[in-house]
């Protein structure tokens, strides 16, 4: 069992920046893909970034490249998502995901992923 907590959500002005954290208890951190997603209010869940246990690997949604950047603190036991020149149509909770896989390229997709944190919101205003 892994328990994922986020935080560093928060309310913005477009242009600004926001670093988001996920801290992971519970099992062998440096084991899990960890992935990022967001859920804007009426509609689907959407794919943000993935990194793979030991950071080989990174992947991201096209639209985010450049403005995103994920990694990990493995001797944390944290994920991070830094997020540069917000802009208001990144509204959305943003949600951490975890899945232990010996596979080392990470998933795109949320239905790979078996554990899940409760989100934390984030609102950029124009």
């Known amino acids: 069992q892994v328990q994922l907590v986020e935080s560093g959500g928060g309310s913005v002005q477009a242009g600004d920046s926001l670093r988001l954290s996920c801290a992971a208890s519970g099992r062998t951190f440096s084991n899990f893909v960890m992935g990022w997603f967001r859920q804007a209010s009426g509609k689907e869940r959407e794919f943000v970034a993935a990194?793979?246990?030991?950071?080989?690997?990174?992947r991201y949604k096209n639209s985010m490249k450049g403005r995103f950047t994920i990694s990990r603190d493995n001797a944390k036991n944290t994920v991070y998502l830094q997020m540069n020149s917000l802009k208001p149509e990144d509204t959305a909770v943003y949600s951490c995901a975890a899945r232990n896989s010996v596979s080392v390229y990470p998933d795109s997709d949320p239905t790979w992923y078996n554990y899940w944190g409760q989100g934390t919101q984030v609102t950029v205003s124009s």
């Open positions: 990194i793979s246990g030991r950071s080989s690997y990174t």
